[in-house]
């Protein structure tokens, strides 16, 4: 008997698996599972792109990331890089037909190997159409984190958009489809945002997704810059969403570093195993990986899959941990706690809470230019290199962080505690040399001098 086709070429009985259960699944068995950050604007390339890390040496799932123009709705762009054979920063998926996008997935694509698509968008609704008309369903970002980074979208306008396109993803259920959401809301900024509003703005970016439908969850905490102010924070991240996520189907989604990366093959792979050990030892169950050439340039495939396979066995070394928090009340969990507790407080739904919580600068990030962000609130690394409060504004702390300690941020100093990861992993270094990561087994003793 011949099945019937949908739009992407698989059978009409086909179901894509549950982004979030198979996560779980996999990472409860022991070593974190391992994703690149990885789109090529070329069909051909994508899907050998995707080849490649479906048969890397790790547990791995997929990912097609979009390029600018198509985050920011820029399609008569797209159309014209295109038509004049201009390679892009991403893969286009709204402006290429269906049938394109489904030969990339083709064969690939299972449930063995599930695919998330990443973008950056606070106009996403034509990028949820498609992933909708493609039965993709697993993407990530949020109202808030989508929006005041990157660009001067009005908050407001952001979370209508986002309102709008995950009550539309939600309806997926409808159809037999379980959809994923992954908050970007823990990488605020890529540094220098203090744990304490990384967690509470991963969990109320969550509690959003879930307002409007969506019942799979992840939540992101981005590596920072002392490795054991990081374990505290996933672990405050992790009792909080035990605590007020109403769905069991989440899990922890660890990024490698976002800031200024180190140049050096050593200090980059060392940088990268601190994240997946950070995974490991809190019992986090994915991991965002970054490669040598990250400070450089766009990477290769080749290099993805040498850092997924490097960070799977610097996890496999620490061996499985626990996602259960140590016992009392950590400095990380009792500031999140509060944040989220201001903002639930002004509204019953998330949305509405979080535009009254930038306005009364309960939520402010540091350096955050954005005109919906208040600007009040600054940060420093203390001569740990933890993540401190500098000036709280309105952040709604006073009663947790003392004033002891803090200093006034100037420009070089900013500066210096932009480059301290940078520094402190290149130090006595090599300089990266040329286009190609390490092989397997010099990858390996880097994994064993740890």
Known sequence: MTLTRTAEGEPAAFAPVDFGAFVRERGAAGTPVMQPRMGMSDPAVMRSGLAATKQAAAATVGTITLDSYTRVGNLAAVTDALRQGIALNGYPIVSYPERQTAEVLAGLRGRDFPVQVRHGSAVPQAIFAALIRLRLNATEGGPVSYCLPYGRTPLAESVRNWEESVRRYAALREQGVEPHLETFGGCMMGQMCPPSQLVALSVLE????????????????????????????VWALRRLCAELLPTENWHVVVYAYMGVYPTTVTGSYRL????????????SERVIVKTVAESA????????????????????LVGTGTPVPPGGDSQTYLEARA?????????????????????????????????DNQGRASS???DQ?????????ALPLRHLVRPTGA?????????????YVRRKFDEECTVLPGRHALPPEQRRAIVSSR
Request: charged fraction near 20%; hydrophobic fraction near 45%.
């Open 206 to 233: 969550a509690l959003f997704f879930h307002h409007h439908g969506v019942r799979s969850l992840s939540v992101s905490y981005a590596q920072q810059t002392n490795h054991e102010q990081d374990v505290e924070a």
């Open 272 to 283: 990268l195993g601190l994240a997946a050990e950070l995974a490991a030892r809190t019992g």
């Open 297 to 316: 340039r766009i990477p290769t495939v080749a290099e993805n899959v040498a850092a997924l396979e490097y960070a799977a066995e610097a996890a496999d």
């Open 339 to 371: 944040l989220v507790e201001a903002v639930l407080e002004l509204d019953p739904d998330p949305g509405r809470a979080l535009l009254q919580a930038f306005r009364r600068g309960l939520l402010d990030v540091p350096y955050c230019l954005h005109p």
């Open 380 to 382: 420093y690394l203390d």
């Open 385 to 393: 290199g933890r993540l401190c409060w500098a000036e709280l504004g």
């Open 407 to 419: 200093r006034k941020v100037t420009s070089s100093g900013l500066l210096a505690d932009l480059s």
